[in-house]
């Protein structure tokens, strides 16, 4: 079961918004990152820990999507071994650790260095100073909205911490 807390925000400054963001209103989630066309990996992953009925639910959530190419830059084979049913444990930890449990836009954090919990539990380091940097992550667009919640679009996928 997912736990509405409120812990932080991205930071809009310099960050682009998008007609994407503007059209995605209306979708859920997952239906907004399926249109966007650059989420193939993270849609399957979705798909195969089970999540897309969370991720279509009500929300508010807030994701921090990796892009394919951020999947891509993976060590080889990592992608393919997370699909496996038999992992399926590690990739909901690893794709809950980019999810927080509210709706946070990027005004909301602006010039402030926050953490935010997550549903996998633990907490995302952001630094909204420059720029906004999540983890090992940077924000390259931000305040994608939908329906239940807000993507923001980062290039590399974070690990949670053991």
């Keep these: 079961m997912l736990r509405r807390q409120f812990c932080m925000a991205m930071t809009a400054g310099t960050l682009a918004f998008t007609p994407l963001a503007a059209a995605a209103q209306s979708a859920d989630i997952v239906d907004t990152a399926v249109s966007a066309g650059s989420f193939e990996t993270l849609v399957a992953a979705v798909q195969a820990a089970g999540l897309v009925e969370t991720l279509k639910g009500e929300g508010p959530f807030t994701v921090f999507a ?38 946070v836009m990027s005004s909301d954090i602006a010039g402030k260095r926050v953490r ?27 305040d994608i909205e939908a329906s239940n919640g807000v993507i923001h679009v980062i290039d590399a996928v974070m690990m949670p911490p053991e």
Excluded: C, W
């Design 66 to 103: 990796p892009t394919d190419e951020a999947f891509a830059a993976l060590p080889d084979g990592t992608v393919e071994t997370l699909l496996q049913p038999e992992n399926k444990d590690q990739l909901t930890r690893i794709l809950t650790y980019h999810v927080v449990p509210a709706k």
């Design 116 to 142: 935010a919990k997550t549903v996998a539990g633990p907490e995302l380091s952001i630094d909204a100073m420059n720029g906004v940097e999540v983890e090992n992550a940077n924000v390259v667009q931000a």
